[in-house]
């Protein structure tokens, strides 16, 4: 079905709106970090107090166009519940088989930009080249290259590759980041997106890189590991007022 991006008000709870808004806004930041990659790539969220529910965004919508009212919510099985709206069937199978493994997880990321696809192919992994690669390799995993469209099976080695990290880099395709806040799955996806980044840039430089020092290094993944409580509120609160002065649409 092509996509409309006609507003659908969802009767919800007042926490569902909530998380719609959040949602909604996680994809308006990836417009302005320039992650996006046409109409691909998705964001999902646990519906609160819904925990097999999911919203996710509309197939066929660019991520300017998202909004908290035109989001699509699902269960786990893949039966939409509401919006008028398809969907990226592997873009649903790869969200439902985080949510249904992580019950503490509540929104997760998956992109695909220039960077993290580059690193995706490279043998050697994620460098320990840089302060955004080490903060986030207590908490990376990595998964073979597969068809997500293949179904449960994948599904289950997908979140079995998983475990209890944050991160994981999918071998030529791109990452997955997840986080039981919206701030905290951003803050992750961020420190791993920049750490790609960069070691594209040196890679590219052709000079020989270096990597800090060992008590350096486990300083910094120590720091970057998941904490008790969810992290990344002061950078959420920041980025949403940004949203807030350059178009507050999200919220509609």
């Not at 919203?55 to 919006?83: C, D, H, R, W």
């Not at 790609?196 to 290094?217: F, L, M, N, T, Y």
């Amino acid at each position: 079905m092509e996509a409309s991006t006609r507003e659908i008000v969802p009767e919800c709870s007042a926490q569902e709106w909530q998380a719609r808004i959040d949602l909604a806004a996680l994809y308006r930041v990836f417009v302005h970090f320039g992650w996006t990659d046409l109409t691909y790539t998705h964001i999902s969220a646990r519906v609160p107090g819904e925990p097999e529910h999911l919203l996710i965004n509309p197939y066929g919508l660019l991520f300017e166009e998202i909004t908290a009212s035109n989001l699509n919510k699902m269960n786990l099985e893949g039966k939409v519940l509401s919006g008028a709206h398809g969907y990226n069937k592997a873009g649903h199978l790869i969200h439902s088989a985080v949510l249904k493994a992580r019950p503490e997880i509540d929104f997760v990321i998956h992109s695909h930009t220039r960077a993290s696809a580059a690193v995706s192919a490279m043998r050697c992994g994620l460098l320990p080249i840089s302060q955004h690669a080490n903060v986030v390799r207590e908490t990376l995993a990595y998964h073979p290259y597969a068809i997500a469209d293949e179904g449960p099976e994948e599904c289950a080695r997908l979140a079995h590759d998983l475990g209890e990290k944050y991160l994981m880099i999918l071998h030529n395709h791109g990452v997955l980041a997840c986080g039981r806040t919206a701030g905290e799955a951003f803050l992750y996806h961020y420190f791993l997106e920049a750490a790609c980044e960069i070691q594209v840039d040196v890679v590219r430089s052709g000079e020989e890189w270096i990597a800090p020092g060992e008590e350096a290094v486990e300083g910094l993944a120590t720091w970057g590991a998941p904490r008790s409580k969810p992290w990344g509120d002061v950078q959420w609160k920041a980025l949403l007022r940004m949203l807030e002065r350059k178009d507050p649409s999200f919220k509609n």
